[in-house]
Protein backbone atom coordinates (compact mmCIF):
# COMPACT_ATOMS: atom_id res chain seq x y z
CA UNK A 1 0.00 0.00 0.00
CA UNK A 2 1.42 3.59 -0.96
CA UNK A 3 -1.33 6.26 -0.69
CA UNK A 4 -1.12 9.76 -0.77
CA UNK A 5 -3.79 12.36 0.36
CA UNK A 6 -5.57 13.70 -3.12
CA UNK A 7 -5.62 17.50 -3.26
CA UNK A 8 -8.47 18.32 -0.78
CA UNK A 9 -9.16 21.19 1.57
CA UNK A 10 -10.13 20.24 4.95
CA UNK A 11 -12.68 22.44 6.61
CA UNK A 12 -11.82 21.23 10.62
CA UNK A 13 -12.66 25.28 12.20
CA UNK A 14 -15.94 26.33 14.21
CA UNK A 15 -16.71 22.47 14.88
CA UNK A 16 -16.70 21.23 11.39
CA UNK A 17 -15.43 17.57 10.02
CA UNK A 18 -15.89 18.44 5.99
CA UNK A 19 -13.73 18.34 3.41
CA UNK A 20 -13.94 19.65 -0.02
CA UNK A 21 -11.95 17.08 -2.81
CA UNK A 22 -10.62 19.53 -5.09
CA UNK A 23 -10.68 17.24 -9.10
CA UNK A 24 -14.41 16.33 -8.41
CA UNK A 25 -15.50 19.46 -6.85
CA UNK A 26 -17.22 17.15 -4.46
CA UNK A 27 -18.00 17.61 -0.54
CA UNK A 28 -17.65 14.90 2.53
CA UNK A 29 -18.87 14.91 5.82
CA UNK A 30 -15.79 12.49 7.28
CA UNK A 31 -16.82 12.90 10.69
CA UNK A 32 -13.96 13.87 13.35
CA UNK A 33 -12.31 10.70 13.34
CA UNK A 34 -11.92 10.53 9.68
CA UNK A 35 -10.85 13.96 9.40
CA UNK A 36 -8.20 12.96 11.78
CA UNK A 37 -6.78 10.02 9.55
CA UNK A 38 -6.89 12.34 6.64
CA UNK A 39 -4.80 15.19 8.07
CA UNK A 40 -2.41 12.22 9.32
CA UNK A 41 -2.08 11.57 6.02
CA UNK A 42 -1.30 14.79 4.83
CA UNK A 43 1.25 15.48 7.83
CA UNK A 44 2.92 12.10 6.89
CA UNK A 45 2.61 12.89 3.23
CA UNK A 46 1.74 9.36 2.23
CA UNK A 47 1.12 6.02 3.84
CA UNK A 48 2.25 2.68 3.13
CA UNK A 49 0.53 0.75 5.86
CA UNK A 50 -2.01 0.58 8.21
CA UNK A 51 0.83 0.47 10.67
CA UNK A 52 1.62 3.91 9.92
CA UNK A 53 -1.75 5.01 11.68
CA UNK A 54 -1.33 2.40 14.54
CA UNK A 55 -0.25 5.72 16.77
CA UNK A 56 -4.03 6.68 16.65
CA UNK A 57 -4.99 4.12 19.33
CA UNK A 58 -8.19 6.24 20.29
CA UNK A 59 -9.48 5.08 17.08
CA UNK A 60 -10.31 0.92 16.79
CA UNK A 61 -7.64 -0.56 14.12
CA UNK A 62 -11.47 -2.28 12.38
CA UNK A 63 -12.22 1.43 12.18
CA UNK A 64 -8.78 2.52 10.70
CA UNK A 65 -9.38 0.57 8.29
CA UNK A 66 -12.23 1.21 6.98
CA UNK A 67 -11.80 4.77 7.25
CA UNK A 68 -9.11 4.40 5.08
CA UNK A 69 -10.82 1.83 2.49
CA UNK A 70 -14.08 4.58 2.55
CA UNK A 71 -11.21 7.64 1.56
CA UNK A 72 -9.95 5.18 -1.05
CA UNK A 73 -13.28 4.53 -2.56
CA UNK A 74 -13.93 8.20 -2.25
CA UNK A 75 -10.52 9.34 -3.93
CA UNK A 76 -9.55 11.17 -0.91
CA UNK A 77 -6.66 8.41 -1.22
CA UNK A 78 -5.12 7.55 -3.85
CA UNK A 79 -2.27 6.15 -5.08
CA UNK A 80 0.53 8.81 -6.05
CA UNK A 81 0.39 9.05 -9.59
CA UNK A 82 -3.06 9.75 -9.67
CA UNK A 83 -3.10 12.85 -7.46
CA UNK A 84 -5.04 15.93 -8.81
CA UNK A 85 -6.19 13.63 -11.68
CA UNK A 86 -9.47 15.63 -12.34
CA UNK A 87 -13.01 13.75 -12.41
CA UNK A 88 -15.58 14.06 -15.33
CA UNK A 89 -15.56 17.81 -16.64
CA UNK A 90 -19.05 18.82 -17.69
CA UNK A 91 -19.04 21.39 -20.32
CA UNK A 92 -15.94 20.15 -22.78
CA UNK A 93 -17.68 21.31 -26.20
CA UNK A 94 -18.92 18.69 -29.16
CA UNK A 95 -18.51 19.83 -32.15
CA UNK A 96 -21.95 19.47 -32.82
CA UNK A 97 -23.07 21.00 -29.74
CA UNK A 98 -25.54 23.85 -30.07
CA UNK A 99 -26.45 27.17 -28.68
CA UNK A 100 -29.32 27.48 -26.12
CA UNK A 101 -28.97 31.12 -25.34
CA UNK A 102 -28.79 34.25 -27.34
CA UNK A 103 -28.31 37.42 -25.66
CA UNK A 104 -29.59 39.99 -27.79
CA UNK A 105 -28.29 43.17 -28.11
CA UNK A 106 -31.35 45.40 -29.47
CA UNK A 107 -30.37 48.65 -28.37
CA UNK A 108 -25.96 50.17 -28.78
CA UNK A 109 -27.27 53.37 -27.00
CA UNK A 110 -27.90 54.00 -23.44
CA UNK A 111 -29.78 57.20 -22.08
CA UNK A 112 -27.71 56.93 -19.10
CA UNK A 113 -24.02 57.94 -18.60
CA UNK A 114 -22.26 55.43 -16.14
CA UNK A 115 -19.43 56.80 -14.68
CA UNK A 116 -16.94 52.76 -15.51
CA UNK A 117 -19.20 51.87 -18.27
CA UNK A 118 -17.05 48.79 -20.01
CA UNK A 119 -19.55 49.42 -22.92
CA UNK A 120 -19.17 53.04 -24.25
CA UNK A 121 -22.25 53.93 -23.05
CA UNK A 122 -23.72 50.99 -24.71
CA UNK A 123 -21.84 51.60 -28.07
CA UNK A 124 -19.65 49.25 -27.68
CA UNK A 125 -16.95 51.07 -29.40
CA UNK A 126 -19.00 51.43 -32.85
CA UNK A 127 -21.82 54.44 -33.10
CA UNK A 128 -25.38 54.41 -31.08
CA UNK A 129 -27.71 52.19 -32.98
CA UNK A 130 -30.92 50.18 -32.75
CA UNK A 131 -31.72 46.52 -33.89
CA UNK A 132 -34.24 46.51 -36.60
CA UNK A 133 -37.22 43.77 -36.54
CA UNK A 134 -35.88 42.32 -39.61
CA UNK A 135 -32.65 41.75 -38.04
CA UNK A 136 -33.63 40.06 -34.73
CA UNK A 137 -35.83 37.84 -36.57
CA UNK A 138 -33.01 36.55 -38.59
CA UNK A 139 -31.19 36.40 -34.88
CA UNK A 140 -34.47 33.86 -33.96
CA UNK A 141 -34.47 32.37 -36.98
CA UNK A 142 -30.98 31.13 -36.48
CA UNK A 143 -30.91 30.68 -32.62
CA UNK A 144 -34.06 28.06 -33.56
CA UNK A 145 -32.83 26.32 -37.02
CA UNK A 146 -29.19 24.95 -34.91
CA UNK A 147 -30.87 24.26 -31.56
CA UNK A 148 -30.95 20.41 -32.62
CA UNK A 149 -32.87 18.26 -29.95
CA UNK A 150 -32.23 21.12 -26.96
CA UNK A 151 -36.12 22.18 -26.19
CA UNK A 152 -36.16 25.02 -24.25
CA UNK A 153 -33.94 28.03 -25.37
CA UNK A 154 -33.64 31.33 -23.97
CA UNK A 155 -33.58 35.23 -25.17
CA UNK A 156 -32.04 38.31 -23.57
CA UNK A 157 -32.88 40.94 -24.44
CA UNK A 158 -29.43 43.68 -23.82
CA UNK A 159 -27.69 46.43 -24.26
CA UNK A 160 -27.00 50.06 -24.09
CA UNK A 161 -30.66 50.09 -22.58
CA UNK A 162 -33.12 47.82 -24.43
CA UNK A 163 -36.12 49.75 -23.59
CA UNK A 164 -35.27 52.39 -25.99
CA UNK A 165 -36.14 49.94 -28.79
CA UNK A 166 -39.38 48.81 -27.30
CA UNK A 167 -40.89 47.96 -30.32
CA UNK A 168 -38.21 45.70 -31.60
CA UNK A 169 -38.57 43.69 -28.22
CA UNK A 170 -42.34 43.55 -28.79
CA UNK A 171 -42.09 41.53 -32.22
CA UNK A 172 -39.21 39.44 -31.05
CA UNK A 173 -41.26 38.37 -28.15
CA UNK A 174 -43.86 37.22 -30.58
CA UNK A 175 -41.77 36.35 -33.45
CA UNK A 176 -39.89 33.78 -30.94
CA UNK A 177 -42.97 32.44 -29.42
CA UNK A 178 -44.59 31.79 -32.73
CA UNK A 179 -41.83 29.97 -34.12
CA UNK A 180 -41.17 28.08 -30.83
CA UNK A 181 -44.62 27.02 -30.75
CA UNK A 182 -44.36 26.18 -34.88
CA UNK A 183 -41.09 23.55 -33.65
CA UNK A 184 -42.78 22.51 -30.71
CA UNK A 185 -40.24 23.94 -28.14
CA UNK A 186 -39.94 26.66 -25.32
CA UNK A 187 -38.58 29.74 -24.84
CA UNK A 188 -37.99 31.58 -21.88
CA UNK A 189 -36.94 35.38 -21.85
CA UNK A 190 -34.82 37.96 -19.64
CA UNK A 191 -33.91 41.36 -19.73
CA UNK A 192 -31.50 43.43 -17.91
CA UNK A 193 -32.07 46.97 -17.71
CA UNK A 194 -31.82 50.34 -15.86
CA UNK A 195 -35.08 51.11 -14.56
CA UNK A 196 -35.80 54.39 -15.88
CA UNK A 197 -37.95 53.76 -18.90
CA UNK A 198 -40.47 51.04 -17.47
CA UNK A 199 -43.70 51.55 -17.73
CA UNK A 200 -47.29 50.48 -16.62
CA UNK A 201 -47.25 49.00 -20.35
CA UNK A 202 -44.07 47.54 -20.26
CA UNK A 203 -44.73 45.57 -16.42
CA UNK A 204 -47.76 44.46 -18.21
CA UNK A 205 -46.00 43.34 -21.20
CA UNK A 206 -43.14 41.28 -18.75
CA UNK A 207 -46.27 39.43 -17.16
CA UNK A 208 -47.20 38.59 -20.64
CA UNK A 209 -43.83 36.99 -21.69
CA UNK A 210 -43.03 35.36 -18.33
CA UNK A 211 -39.64 37.72 -18.91
CA UNK A 212 -37.04 37.98 -15.78
CA UNK A 213 -35.90 41.39 -15.22
CA UNK A 214 -32.78 42.34 -13.18
CA UNK A 215 -32.37 45.86 -12.80
CA UNK A 216 -28.60 47.15 -12.40
CA UNK A 217 -28.86 49.62 -9.24
CA UNK A 218 -25.38 50.51 -7.24
CA UNK A 219 -26.54 52.12 -4.43
CA UNK A 220 -28.78 54.21 -2.36
CA UNK A 221 -29.85 57.40 -3.50
CA UNK A 222 -26.87 60.06 -3.95
CA UNK A 223 -24.19 57.35 -3.86
CA UNK A 224 -26.05 55.44 -6.79
CA UNK A 225 -26.69 58.90 -8.69
CA UNK A 226 -23.09 59.74 -8.31
CA UNK A 227 -22.20 56.03 -10.27
CA UNK A 228 -25.11 56.11 -12.75
CA UNK A 229 -26.27 59.55 -13.74
CA UNK A 230 -28.00 60.62 -16.60
CA UNK A 231 -25.91 62.69 -19.92
CA UNK A 232 -27.60 65.68 -18.12
CA UNK A 233 -25.76 65.15 -15.03
CA UNK A 234 -29.25 64.84 -13.19
CA UNK A 235 -29.36 61.76 -10.78
CA UNK A 236 -31.32 58.47 -11.69
CA UNK A 237 -31.93 56.79 -8.38
CA UNK A 238 -35.35 58.42 -7.28
CA UNK A 239 -36.52 58.01 -10.80
CA UNK A 240 -35.64 54.50 -11.17
CA UNK A 241 -37.10 53.53 -7.96
CA UNK A 242 -40.79 55.27 -8.99
CA UNK A 243 -40.91 53.39 -12.57
CA UNK A 244 -40.34 49.87 -10.86
CA UNK A 245 -42.41 50.37 -8.25
CA UNK A 246 -45.52 48.30 -9.74
CA UNK A 247 -42.95 45.93 -11.24
CA UNK A 248 -41.86 45.34 -8.00
CA UNK A 249 -45.52 44.64 -7.09
CA UNK A 250 -46.20 42.13 -9.44
CA UNK A 251 -43.27 40.36 -10.22
CA UNK A 252 -39.79 38.29 -9.12
CA UNK A 253 -37.22 41.34 -9.83
CA UNK A 254 -33.44 40.87 -9.53
CA UNK A 255 -30.69 43.73 -8.31
CA UNK A 256 -27.43 43.64 -10.25
CA UNK A 257 -25.20 45.96 -8.09
CA UNK A 258 -21.91 46.75 -10.06
CA UNK A 259 -19.21 47.73 -6.73
CA UNK A 260 -16.42 50.04 -7.36
CA UNK A 261 -14.29 51.75 -4.70
CA UNK A 262 -17.04 54.39 -4.24
CA UNK A 263 -19.73 52.23 -3.18
CA UNK A 264 -18.21 49.49 -0.95
CA UNK A 265 -21.03 49.63 1.32
CA UNK A 266 -22.74 46.74 -0.05
CA UNK A 267 -24.85 45.49 3.10
CA UNK A 268 -26.52 48.80 3.54
CA UNK A 269 -27.24 48.65 -0.60
CA UNK A 270 -28.77 44.49 -0.30
CA UNK A 271 -30.68 45.27 2.73
CA UNK A 272 -32.42 48.79 1.22
CA UNK A 273 -33.14 46.86 -2.24
CA UNK A 274 -34.68 43.84 -0.47
CA UNK A 275 -36.79 46.15 1.67
CA UNK A 276 -37.97 48.18 -1.42
CA UNK A 277 -39.30 44.45 -2.87
CA UNK A 278 -36.40 43.15 -4.87
CA UNK A 279 -36.23 38.87 -4.86
CA UNK A 280 -32.92 39.35 -4.99
CA UNK A 281 -29.24 40.99 -5.23
CA UNK A 282 -26.20 40.41 -6.65
CA UNK A 283 -23.09 42.40 -6.35
CA UNK A 284 -19.89 41.81 -8.88
CA UNK A 285 -16.54 44.21 -8.47
CA UNK A 286 -16.20 46.59 -11.31
CA UNK A 287 -13.79 45.77 -13.82
CA UNK A 288 -13.17 49.50 -15.92
CA UNK A 289 -9.42 49.37 -15.92
CA UNK A 290 -9.96 52.96 -14.42
CA UNK A 291 -8.05 53.16 -10.96
CA UNK A 292 -10.64 55.89 -9.65
CA UNK A 293 -13.39 52.52 -9.58
CA UNK A 294 -11.39 49.30 -9.79
CA UNK A 295 -10.78 47.86 -6.37
CA UNK A 296 -7.76 47.72 -4.55
CA UNK A 297 -6.19 45.06 -1.90
CA UNK A 298 -8.05 46.67 1.12
CA UNK A 299 -11.26 47.43 -0.86
CA UNK A 300 -11.24 43.78 -1.75
CA UNK A 301 -10.68 43.01 1.92
CA UNK A 302 -14.26 45.66 2.96
CA UNK A 303 -15.74 43.73 0.07
CA UNK A 304 -15.39 40.35 1.70
CA UNK A 305 -16.40 41.38 4.99
CA UNK A 306 -19.94 42.54 3.84
CA UNK A 307 -20.30 39.46 2.00
CA UNK A 308 -19.77 37.49 5.13
CA UNK A 309 -22.16 39.38 6.78
CA UNK A 310 -24.51 38.95 4.38
CA UNK A 311 -24.16 35.03 4.45
CA UNK A 312 -24.50 34.96 7.75
CA UNK A 313 -27.85 36.54 7.36
CA UNK A 314 -28.45 34.23 4.27
CA UNK A 315 -27.69 31.45 7.32
CA UNK A 316 -29.80 32.47 9.42
CA UNK A 317 -32.84 33.22 7.11
CA UNK A 318 -32.45 29.59 6.12
CA UNK A 319 -31.83 27.77 9.74
CA UNK A 320 -36.17 29.48 9.72
CA UNK A 321 -36.74 27.71 6.60
CA UNK A 322 -36.77 31.51 4.43
CA UNK A 323 -34.25 32.21 1.27
CA UNK A 324 -32.64 35.46 2.19
CA UNK A 325 -32.03 36.91 -1.24
CA UNK A 326 -28.31 37.71 -1.67
CA UNK A 327 -27.70 35.96 -4.54
CA UNK A 328 -24.01 36.06 -4.75
CA UNK A 329 -24.24 33.42 -1.70
CA UNK A 330 -27.17 31.48 -3.25
CA UNK A 331 -25.39 30.82 -6.61
CA UNK A 332 -22.13 29.64 -4.96
CA UNK A 333 -24.06 27.62 -2.55
CA UNK A 334 -25.80 25.92 -5.54
CA UNK A 335 -22.27 25.72 -7.41
CA UNK A 336 -21.21 23.21 -4.41
CA UNK A 337 -24.24 21.58 -4.13
CA UNK A 338 -24.06 20.49 -7.60
CA UNK A 339 -20.99 19.77 -7.41
CA UNK A 340 -19.49 21.88 -10.53
CA UNK A 341 -16.37 20.70 -11.86
CA UNK A 342 -15.84 23.00 -14.97
CA UNK A 343 -13.37 23.71 -17.37
CA UNK A 344 -14.96 26.91 -18.06
CA UNK A 345 -16.48 29.76 -15.94
CA UNK A 346 -19.50 30.54 -17.91
CA UNK A 347 -21.15 29.22 -20.70
CA UNK A 348 -19.66 32.04 -23.17
CA UNK A 349 -19.55 30.07 -26.65
CA UNK A 350 -20.70 26.78 -24.93
CA UNK A 351 -24.52 27.32 -24.67
CA UNK A 352 -24.97 31.02 -25.45
CA UNK A 353 -23.60 33.74 -28.00
CA UNK A 354 -23.97 37.40 -28.00
CA UNK A 355 -25.88 39.06 -31.42
CA UNK A 356 -24.96 42.71 -32.26
CA UNK A 357 -27.57 45.35 -34.41
CA UNK A 358 -24.93 44.60 -37.17
CA UNK A 359 -25.46 41.21 -36.99
CA UNK A 360 -21.54 39.95 -35.89
CA UNK A 361 -22.26 37.19 -33.25
CA UNK A 362 -19.72 37.03 -30.44
CA UNK A 363 -18.31 35.05 -27.99
CA UNK A 364 -20.35 36.96 -24.55
CA UNK A 365 -22.49 40.08 -24.21
CA UNK A 366 -19.53 42.16 -23.08
CA UNK A 367 -17.03 41.12 -26.02
CA UNK A 368 -19.06 42.23 -28.62
CA UNK A 369 -17.35 45.19 -30.44
CA UNK A 370 -14.45 43.02 -30.29
CA UNK A 371 -13.32 41.92 -33.47
CA UNK A 372 -11.24 38.79 -32.82
CA UNK A 373 -13.87 37.54 -30.24
CA UNK A 374 -16.64 37.40 -33.53
CA UNK A 375 -17.50 34.09 -33.85
CA UNK A 376 -19.79 34.80 -37.08
CA UNK A 377 -22.18 36.46 -38.93
CA UNK A 378 -26.20 36.27 -38.87
CA UNK A 379 -26.31 37.77 -42.33
CA UNK A 380 -23.80 35.26 -43.44
CA UNK A 381 -24.39 31.53 -41.73
CA UNK A 382 -24.16 32.50 -38.64
CA UNK A 383 -21.33 30.93 -36.22
CA UNK A 384 -18.17 30.15 -37.75
CA UNK A 385 -17.90 26.49 -36.34
CA UNK A 386 -13.99 25.46 -36.67
CA UNK A 387 -13.75 29.22 -35.23
CA UNK A 388 -15.91 28.91 -32.34
CA UNK A 389 -14.25 25.56 -31.32
CA UNK A 390 -11.57 26.95 -31.75
CA UNK A 391 -11.72 30.14 -29.66
CA UNK A 392 -13.28 28.01 -26.79
CA UNK A 393 -10.23 25.26 -27.04
CA UNK A 394 -8.06 28.01 -26.90
CA UNK A 395 -9.48 29.84 -23.39
CA UNK A 396 -10.13 26.03 -21.72
CA UNK A 397 -8.56 25.95 -17.85
CA UNK A 398 -6.37 23.55 -19.05
CA UNK A 399 -4.25 26.40 -21.25
CA UNK A 400 -3.96 28.52 -17.49
CA UNK A 401 -0.36 26.98 -16.10
CA UNK A 402 -1.04 30.03 -13.64
CA UNK A 403 -4.44 28.06 -12.51
CA UNK A 404 -2.79 24.78 -12.65
CA UNK A 405 -1.83 24.65 -8.73
CA UNK A 406 -4.85 26.72 -7.28
CA UNK A 407 -7.50 24.84 -5.12
CA UNK A 408 -10.41 26.77 -6.37
CA UNK A 409 -9.80 26.25 -10.22
CA UNK A 410 -13.07 23.91 -11.19
CA UNK A 411 -15.00 26.21 -9.47
CA UNK A 412 -13.27 29.67 -10.96
CA UNK A 413 -12.15 27.83 -14.36
CA UNK A 414 -10.38 31.07 -14.46
CA UNK A 415 -12.64 33.77 -14.37
CA UNK A 416 -14.78 35.75 -16.27
CA UNK A 417 -13.51 35.61 -19.92
CA UNK A 418 -13.53 39.18 -20.38
CA UNK A 419 -12.19 40.44 -17.31
CA UNK A 420 -8.87 38.19 -18.59
CA UNK A 421 -8.62 39.50 -21.85
CA UNK A 422 -9.60 43.87 -20.37
CA UNK A 423 -6.52 43.90 -17.54
CA UNK A 424 -4.57 41.34 -19.35
CA UNK A 425 -4.93 41.88 -23.18
CA UNK A 426 -6.18 38.17 -23.49
CA UNK A 427 -9.04 35.56 -22.35
CA UNK A 428 -6.03 32.89 -21.72
CA UNK A 429 -4.56 34.99 -19.47
CA UNK A 430 -5.76 34.90 -15.76
CA UNK A 431 -6.52 38.72 -14.31
CA UNK A 432 -4.64 37.10 -10.83
CA UNK A 433 -5.76 40.76 -8.72
CA UNK A 434 -9.06 38.85 -8.41
CA UNK A 435 -7.39 35.56 -7.48
CA UNK A 436 -6.87 35.92 -3.92
CA UNK A 437 -10.62 37.39 -3.57
CA UNK A 438 -12.15 34.72 -5.20
CA UNK A 439 -10.58 32.08 -3.56
CA UNK A 440 -11.23 33.78 0.19
CA UNK A 441 -14.98 34.31 -1.54
CA UNK A 442 -15.13 30.58 -2.65
CA UNK A 443 -13.85 29.01 1.34
CA UNK A 444 -16.25 31.19 2.37
CA UNK A 445 -19.25 29.34 0.33
CA UNK A 446 -17.77 26.33 1.56
CA UNK A 447 -17.73 26.91 5.36
CA UNK A 448 -21.19 28.20 4.59
CA UNK A 449 -22.40 25.12 2.95
CA UNK A 450 -20.98 23.10 5.86
CA UNK A 451 -22.43 24.64 8.28
CA UNK A 452 -25.96 24.76 6.58
CA UNK A 453 -25.60 20.91 6.07
CA UNK A 454 -24.76 20.44 9.54
CA UNK A 455 -27.44 22.66 11.03
CA UNK A 456 -30.25 22.16 8.70
CA UNK A 457 -30.01 19.16 6.38
CA UNK A 458 -32.86 19.28 4.09
CA UNK A 459 -31.98 22.96 3.09
CA UNK A 460 -30.80 21.36 -0.40
CA UNK A 461 -33.79 19.40 -0.58
CA UNK A 462 -35.74 22.43 -2.40
CA UNK A 463 -33.56 23.30 -5.58
CA UNK A 464 -31.81 26.74 -5.65
CA UNK A 465 -32.48 28.41 -9.01
CA UNK A 466 -29.62 30.09 -10.36
CA UNK A 467 -30.30 33.76 -10.73
CA UNK A 468 -28.84 34.14 -14.19
CA UNK A 469 -26.06 33.44 -16.81
CA UNK A 470 -23.66 35.84 -15.80
CA UNK A 471 -23.69 38.39 -13.23
CA UNK A 472 -20.23 40.86 -14.59
Known sequence: MQLVADEVVPLPKNGLQHVFHIPTSSFYELGAE?????????????????????????????????????????????????????GMLRDRPAPSESIRNLV????????????????????YQGKAMLMEQGQAQRYIDWLFDQSGEHQNLGITFFGGEPLLNMPVVREAAAYAREVAANQGKSVRFSMTTNGTLISDEAVD???????????????????????????????????????????L??????????????????????????????????????DAKDPAFDLRGEDYETLLANFSELSERFISAGLKGQLYGF?????????????????????????????????????CHRFVGEDEYVLGNVEKGGINREKRLQVLSDIR???????????????????????????????????????????????LGLTTYARLVNAKPDFFDSPLQASGPCKQ
Not at 225 to 244: A, C, E, N, T, V
Open 34 to 86: GLVVLEEVMRRGGLTSLNDLDHLSHITAEDRHGLVEDMRRLRLLVPEGERGQP
Open 104 to 123: LHVAHNCNLACTYCYADHGK
Open 205 to 247: FFEEIDCQVTVSLDAVGKQNDRLRPFHSGRGSYDMIMKRIRPL
Open 249 to 286: DRRKVAARVTVTRKNLDVIRTVETLLDAGFTEVGCSPV
Open 327 to 363: SNIKNLLKAIHDGQNKEYPCGAGLQMVAGAPNGDMSL
Open 397 to 443: LDQRSDCGSCWARYICSGGCHHVNFLFEGSPQRTYMTHCDYLRDWYM
